[in-house]
């Protein structure tokens, strides 16, 4: 056999071994990875009072996406928000458009240092969810807020490097019976979370944070600081080709932490 044909042979062999080897490797990532796939979005309100308060309405943004409940909405509307003292009354007011989280209580005594009344709710969905280009594809606390692109300065850039913050002005209501000079703080959390392991666990998430502040005993609509990071973590495996769903598969609570400098911090015992 002609030498040169015989090592054209041999490249040809060698590069179909790779190839078939590629796929065998591709195959066996997609199948690990849709195996051990789970997306989860956590919920967490924090109300703080430094004074009493009596007959206290609130309305707090919840995550929307369009006309559909969101898993978020399905499990308060299923009871499944954790954390809600004796006395509380929760539920989901306004439209298709516009929904909000209503709380109500009669009495709410002042919260002790660094111990907010903490609200949770973990939802779990058929992802993989959207955590590179939240603001137009998946979940946000105010879907119709006007963001502003910001320099990530807390941000690890050596593993997050898809990371982008934008910062957002929003409102939240509150209506209460309290001294002149009590203060109240709102803080809402949002985290939409991937895990996943192939060749070792990996994971991917977004955070958006709302805080609005009432000092002084004032009420009504007020306006908050809200932050909304993208592009936490891992993106080693192409998430742009995955279509995120929308049908809830489970919910439950855990009261976790989500790393935002807007973090609600411990719940009530």
């Not at 062999?13 to 190839?19: I, T």
């Not at 309290?178 to 392991?197: D, K, M, V």
């Not at 891992?234 to 439950?252: H, L, W």
């Amino acid at each position: 056999m002609d030498r040169t044909l015989f090592r054209v042979l041999v490249i040809l062999a060698v590069a179909s071994v790779l190839f078939l080897a590629a796929i065998s490797i591709t195959v066996f990532m997609e199948i690990a990875f849709r195996a051990t796939l789970s997306s989860t979005y956590e919920y967490e309100v924090s109300i703080t009072s430094d004074a009493a308060l009596e007959n206290a309405t609130f309305y707090i943004p919840v995550p929307a996406r369009g006309p559909e409940a969101s898993p978020v909405l399905r499990g308060i509307g299923s009871a499944n928000l954790l954390g809600v003292p004796r006395g509380w009354n929760i539920s989901l007011i306004g439209t298709e458009k516009f929904t909000m989280l209503e709380v109500t209580a009669r009495e709410i005594p002042p919260t002790p240092p660094g111990r907010p009344y903490l609200l949770s709710l973990d939802a779990q969905t058929h992802g993989p969810i959207d955590t590179r280009t939240t603001g137009t594809g998946d979940l946000v606390l105010v879907p119709a807020a006007i963001r502003t692109p910001v320099a990530c300065g807390n941000m690890d850039a050596g593993t997050s490097p898809e990371a982008r913050c934008e910062l957002y002005r929003a409102s939240a209501y509150a209506d209460f019976t309290a001294p002149e000079r009590s203060h109240l703080s709102l803080s809402i959390i949002l985290t939409g979370r991937n895990t996943w392991n192939v060749f070792g666990p990996a994971s991917n998430e977004y955070q958006d944070g709302l805080q609005v502040s009432f000092s002084g005993g004032t009420r009504g609509w007020h306006t908050g600081d809200g932050i909304l990071v993208t592009g936490i973590g891992d993106y080693g495996i192409d998430f742009r080709g995955q279509d995120p769903a929308t049908k809830e598969a489970g919910s439950g609570g855990s009261g976790q932490g989500t790393g935002l400098s807007l973090h609600v911090g411990e719940g009530r015992e």
